[in-house]
């Protein structure tokens, strides 16, 4: 082989790895980019718990979500949530201040709720698990949340911006967190099983 064919492929290999080279770069910045903003205006996280026989509802409604999501790439997707304990509302200032006091939550030594994703698999068109961590005061225990994709639009009001929806539902055991001590680990009173209701929009705007 002359040393100009060498030096012919040597330049087309080399002009091949730069352009693989910075397509694999450009796309890591597109996935990295697909960041999406939660409106709290038009979220909510949910809650509900018996009182006796009678379901009671609560929210919290303070919180902050980092989710970068992608159906098409779940590999490079990720959810992580802290929500503020201390915002806690059941529309009843006295049941709100015991909830955070130590006999519940203990808000002033455990202020947040988090939860972090390790992992989100697709179980069906539209429908999601994300698996990961929860920590509730002291107690951190694997953890699987459910959620559908409600859909994904261009926004008519903002531009160059997307919106979407995601709608979860779950279950969970105040008592494997120690939520509830003393007289209020019983369950007679207040009932063990607690029903999660998250409803978020979310927008991304594009770079």
Do not use: C
Request: proline residues 2%; hydrophobic residues 40%.
């Amino acid at each position: 082989m002359t040393s100009l064919k060498k030096f012919a492929l040597t330049t087309l290999s080399l002009t091949v790895f730069a352009f693989f080279s910075a397509f694999t770069i450009n796309n890591a910045d597109d996935i990295l980019s697909k960041a999406w903003e939660v409106d709290t205006s038009h979220s909510a996280i949910n809650f509900s718990i018996t009182h006796f026989f009678t379901p009671v509802n609560g929210a919290f409604n303070s919180y902050d979500a980092d989710i970068r999501f992608d159906p098409n790439d779940l590999q490079n997707s990720s959810i992580s949530v802290n929500i503020d304990v201390a915002s806690v509302d059941t529309k009843n200032e006295r049941r709100d201040n015991h909830l955070q006091s130590e006999d519940f939550f203990n808000a002033e030594q455990w202020p947040t709720i988090s939860f972090e994703s390790n992992s989100i698999r697709k179980t069906g068109d539209n429908s999601f698990v994300a698996d990961g961590k929860i920590t509730i005061k002291d107690v951190t225990t694997d953890f699987s949340l459910p959620f559908t994709l409600l859909g994904v639009m261009d926004h008519p009001m903002q531009e160059n911006t997307q919106v979407a929806g995601i709608t979860a539902e779950t279950k969970l055991n105040r008592t494997d967190y120690g939520v509830g001590v003393g007289d209020w680990a019983a369950t007679m009173v207040v009932g063990d099983e607690v029903s999660i209701d998250l409803n978020l929009e979310l927008t991304h705007k594009a770079m």
